[in-house]
């Protein structure tokens, strides 16, 4: 099993450099796989898209997710060429694949630019102690629909 994580991770890195190549990104990776088949592919499509949620992980896990017509990827696992960031950390626990292979660290990220040690640290901190300012706005009006989620009998739970 060794032998083939290693290729799978080795294809997420050479899909991080080929993102650099085609201008697509940053240079980041990833692999979704299931029962030692690729599911889906993914690089960082950053600046390529304008859209800054694209970045690797999260583009591989939608296309995962829409292959398997699942908003799950059970027994999945994802290898991607860099230790994930707050987002798609949290894009991956969602997800729930089984396990998470990653090569870079966040430090050595951090020391090419990509640096997400403010926001791990602005989560930490009250919400009027952030840098951006974020203002709870009304949540009464919001609670009366989070009321009909619960008393909903229909509704497909995740």
């Known amino acids: 099993m060794v032998e083939e994580d290693e290729q799978f991770m080795r294809r997420a890195i050479a899909l991080a450099q080929n ?3 085609q201008n697509a ?3 980041f990776g ?3 796989v299931k029962n030692g088949e690729t599911i889906a592919e993914g690089c960082n499509r950053v ?3 304008n859209d800054p949620t694209a970045h690797a992980e999260v583009v591989a896990i939608r296309k995962a997710c829409e292959k398997l017509k699942s908003f799950q990827l059970e027994n999945c696992t994802i290898y991607t060429s860099c230790e994930p960031c707050p987002m798609c950390l949290g894009a991956i626990y969602w997800a729930r694949p089984a396990r998470v292979f990653f090569a870079a660290t966040r430090k050595d990220a951090a020391h090419i630019g990509f640096d997400d040690q403010f926001i791990y640290n602005e989560i930490e901190k009250p ?3 952030r840098q951006m300012k974020i203002i709870n706005l009304m949540r009464d009006e919001a609670l009366v629909v989070f009321r009909n989620w619960t ?3 229909d509704k497909t739970e995740y």
Do not use: N, R, Y
Request: charged share 20%; no cysteine.
């Open 19 to 21: 993102g650099i190549d």
């Open 30 to 32: 990833a692999v979704i």
């Open 151 to 153: 008393s909903k009998a």
């Open 127 to 129: 919400i009027d102690e």
């Open 47 to 49: 600046t390529s898209t």
């Open 25 to 27: 990104g940053g240079p």
